[in-house]
């Protein structure tokens, strides 16, 4: 793993857009985010609720005090984080659905159970992202930082940029959409209109 | 849809959320006037939009109105970052209590290790009651399995805005802090760091009185927190000492950091740092480098001594800090006094140190000048930082041994005895413990608080050698360990007359009198016992509600009942009998108050048994009742077993004095069956192998009556064997060994082996003797004599 300096300069870099750094960047922060799940969970009996929030604030405080100095360029880790947890997921439950379907050719990583409190499937949640960063790719970022990084309004705001009314209303739509997507169209209201 | 579409629906939508809901859709109809692809897919994201409320969101559920065990939530009073807290009430049949219940937020904890050890924890931290700290009450897992607290409910403010609100002068704020420090050194003393000192933990109530709320939380939630490493993912930067940022281990010192920051905060109005709106990595840096500006130069109102104490408490190294809560508060209190501050006497060379470190090189040519002069003082400072560190080490250890030994004492033991074959793994274990604890009451003979843990622990483990049930047979240690609990409690009660130190010098006077009891020495027994009765009586008195106090008396009580077993003892069991039963109806299920009603019945049957047995059947038959219902309860609970033997035993005997027999053999057989189960299942245990050659005894008693000489001959050679093996060291032992010898004698003279009975005749008559003059025995040792006058002839 590349040492604190390196990691804080292949932030910077890749905040200035060059993709190799986010190249290099991802596989670190995945494996750390995994390696701080599988701390909690080694062990433990399956089916608990385990929050990316925590997982990714300890990941942060964990990459601070191992490769400190200091990370320079908070925002971008988080940028990065969200992302890395949103893989960290989908992975695992694609190789749970899959271990679910045929236990013998693709068992599920043994111990690493997190689940967001879902009422939908995660990969189905990442295929609607995916589409949905074809239209508005602001807004996938921000579903990234809200819900994979468990950022609050205000914190997504100053990662990414923007005032945090803007960042709700973004997120008020992005969600709208998502749900649409997941759960097929609304059913329509009771006549109400005033 | 397209891009640029988007772009088009993705503009209405935002603008319509800007609108009140139920202008939403009209406003729609009327910017798509004319496009209806574009509405439709508009008004179809907007309901979705309010579909979706939840969907995505972080779990923020609202828990007023639920019953969490006996708790009923009212209202939320606080969220933070660990979780939720919420105002509750505690509803039993028995009292109504408001209460603080705290439900966490995270739920990351469930491994079985990590549930066990909150469970363990939690144990701890309810026993701990100081009134400058708010108790903690109860706790567990909720139904999803996440964690919640119940704390004693404060009604207060911070403490900050307590000291503004009511314009506290810089006394008054000194003097609320030291009760502050005071709650805080308690809890030191149980060894539970609070690590979260902050304004928003310390409430004072409307009379003025702080109260340390959440100590020990921070460590209870804590996954790392076994291994002494934090996982500090919840803290507040303010306070937080640079090893708890840094993520270092937290000892007492980093407590005394914290609350050098609050102090600071009360003397010069602001914090030492302004953290707020710093990234975390910046905060760091501040915490762990920077040095603070002094409180006088913030404020001009702070003198330099007290400037000098706030900057010891807040020092980055910790053992450059205060070494303990304690003597932060004594410092405060000097300077109140008037006296010269201890912070200040080290202020020189923490003051070079730090100039050294910052001019390294220009340092280095000066100093050489000053060697020759600073060879002299540096050596005394060499002296006093060694010293410090010794005592910082001590400090440690102590505390160390102090966790173990109270472990070992009240966890581990009773965790152990529990198990069959068991006796020599605790045997050495306590002789261990001892030595332990011994060093303990040397080392801090000034500390109320902890000389009150060191009776308490000196009494169990009197009771583990001695004492109690299921214990090790060591007599002598017992003595020696209740001894020293009596001597300790004595002083405490002397200096001050707590409840607690007169409740634990009654116990200790009662424990060293039964010692003396079984041991035959009846004089001292008695003068234990009844001393004990006279403050038993005093305390019932004082406090007549308080069920501790009731005991104690219904204990003492019992106790004297136990010296003799004549008219006087029934009176003691009488007035004994009405309070043991208002403790049962207090709580009908605990096994402890069901077996002590049974045990005074059986006392009051025992001595009805003697005297007139037809008087004593109601009693054995609530005896009975009570200990058959407590195995039922608890089916491997080996002493039930044992108490029920002694039913069934006394049952045989009330049927031998109706002259049944039969019956009498048939109930003396079930309590030998079960004495026999329990002195299988431990060998070594002394106590279960002298019941099981007691129940042997009577059972050949009533053979022999019936004439089945060869069975009961069996019978007394089996618990003959038992008693020389156990050797014979109380009262009890030598009673029943002459007994056995009466009957061997008895029978062999039925069996015609006349020359055998006599010599035992003679060797019984010889242990009576050296009971002494006893109105309990005496006819046996009528008995004896007779038969003896048969042999001369």
Known sequence: ?194 | MTPPQWVEIDALLRSALELPEIEQDAWVARECEGRPDLRCEVESLLRAHRAAETFLEPNTHNHAGRRIGPYLLLHEIGAGGMGSVYRARREDQSFKQEVAVKLMRTSLELRPEAVRRFLEERQILAGLAHPNIARLLDGGYTAEGTPYIVMEFVEGIPITDYCARNGLDLQARLRLFLQLAAGVQFTHQHLVIHRDIKPANVLVTHDGTPKLLDFGIAKLLDPGASGGETTAVQLTPDYASPEQIRGKAMSTASDVYSLGVLLYELVAGRRPYQLAGTPLDQAIETICVNDPATPSTVSQDVPDDLDAIVMKAIRKEPESRYASVREFAEDIVRYLEFRPVLARQGTYRYVARKFVRRHRAGVATAAAACIVLAAAAALVVWQAQVARAERDRAQRRFNEVRRLAHSVIFDLQSKIAALPGSTPVRKELIANVIGYVDGLAKEAADDPGLQQELAESYMEIGSIQGGGNENLGDMKGALASFQKAERIARALTAAQPSFDSRKVLVEALRAVGRVYNQSSDRARASAYRREALAMARNLQVQYPANEDAKSLMAYSLFDMATLTSDFQSLQYLLEALPLYEELLKAKPSDPSRQRNAALTHKSIASYWLTVDYTQALPYLKRALALDAARLANEPGDQRAKLDLSVDYSQFGTYYYAGQDLPTAIEYQGKALSIRRELAASDPKDVWKQNRLAMALNNTANYLYEKDHDREALADLDESKQIIERLGLSDRGDIDIYARTLLLIGLVNRDMKNEKAACEQFSKAKGFYLSLGPSTANSSQVADVEKELAACKR
């Open chain 1, 1 to 194: 793993m590349p040492d604190g300096h390196e990691i804080t300069e292949l932030l910077e870099r890749w905040g200035a857009g060059e993709k190799q750094a986010f190249d290099r960047l991802m596989p670190c922060i995945y494996d750390e985010l995994k390696q701080v799940a599988g701390g909690y969970l080694r062990g433990e009996r399956p089916g608990h609720t385990l929050q990316p929030t925590a997982l990714v604030n300890e990941a942060y405080l964990r990459m601070v005090r191992l490769h400190s100095p200091k990370i320079e360029n908070r925002k971008h880790f988080f940028v990065l984080a969200a992302q890395a947890m949103r893989r960290v997921l989908v992975d695992h439950a694609r190789r749970h659905n899959a271990g679910k379907r045929d236990a013998q050719l693709l068992p599920p990583d043994s111990g690493l159970v997190i689940q967001p409190n879902l009422d939908f499937d995660v990969v189905a949640l990442d295929d609607a992202l995916n589409s949905l960063a074809l239209l508005d790719p602001d807004k996938e970022r921000i579903v990234e930082l809200r819900y994979f990084a468990g950022l609050s309004v205000a914190e997504t705001a100053e990662v990414v940029g923007r005032s945090p009314a803007t960042v709700k209303r973004e997120w008020s739509v992005a969600k709208a959409w998502l749900y649409r997507r997941l759960n097929g169209e609304a059913p329509h209201d009771s006549p109400s209109v005033g």
